[in-house]
C-alpha cells in the first residue's frame, strides 16, 4: 500500500488512495516495470481523479516522455533549449482538455509538478484542484544546494518497492 502523498495546499482534503495505486499499478504493468531505481528516477507517473456527468468517477494516468525517448524516436534536438521532454501533467491535462464532460477533481503526481511549465498550467485550467505528490527536489537540498535526495530514492520508499 503506497504512502500518503503531501499536497498542495497544505489544508487540501487527503488524497484519494486510488490515485497513487492507480500510479504504483501502471509502474507495475508496464513493459518493461518502472519500479526499477533508474525508472523510479527517470520516469514520472500522474493519476488524475475524476467524474464524468453521470456521477462516475475515474482515474487517467500518464507518464512522462523523456527526451532519451524522443531522441531515440525523432533524433536529436535541434538546439539545447528544446531538449526537454513530455511532462505527464501536460499529457493529462491535454486528454482532460479534449473530453470537457469530464471534472477534474483531484490531481496525483509522484514529483511536485514543476515551476516552469506545468504549476502554471495546472493553476489556470484547473483552479481549485489539489494536487498531490511524494517529491519535491526543493525540499531535498543541502546547504550548498546540493540534491541530498532523487526522486527515485523517494519513491521507492513511498511505495515500498
Known amino acids: 500500500m503506497p504512502r500518503t502523498p503531501n499536497s498542495k495546499p497544505l489544508d487540501s482534503p487527503r488524497c484519494d488512495p486510488r490515485l497513487p495505486e492507480a500510479a504504483l499499478r501502471y509502474r507495475r504493468t508496464a513493459n ?3 519500479t526499477t531505481p533508474q525508472a523510479l528516477g527517470a520516469i514520472n507517473v500522474t493519476a488524475w481523479l475524476y467524474r464524468d456527468r453521470n456521477g462516475v468517477e475515474g482515474i487517467q494516468v500518464n507518464p512522462n516522455v523523456t527526451i532519451a ?5 525523432y533524433g536529436p534536438a535541434a538546439t539545447p533549449d528544446a531538449e526537454v521532454g513530455l511532462h505527464s501533467e501536460g499529457l ?3 486528454w482532460f482538455r479534449t473530453r470537457p464532460d469530464l471534472r477534474v477533481l483531484q490531481i496525483f503526481s509522484e ?3 514543476c515551476v516552469a511549465m506545468c504549476a502554471p498550467m495546472l493553476r489556470h485550467y ?4 489539489p494536487w498531490y505528490y511524494y517529491y519535491d527536489s526543493n525540499s531535498w537540498r543541502g546547504n550548498n544546494g546540493e540534491r541530498i535526495r532523487r526522486a527515485g530514492e523517494i519513491l521507492r520508499s513511498a511505495y515500498g518497492v
Do not use: F, N
Open 92 to 94: 493529462a491535462a491535454e
Open 111 to 113: 514529483r511536485v509538478p
Open 69 to 73: 525517448e524522443l531522441a531515440r524516436v
Open 32 to 34: 518493461p516495470i518502472l
Open 126 to 129: 484547473y483552479p481549485g484542484v
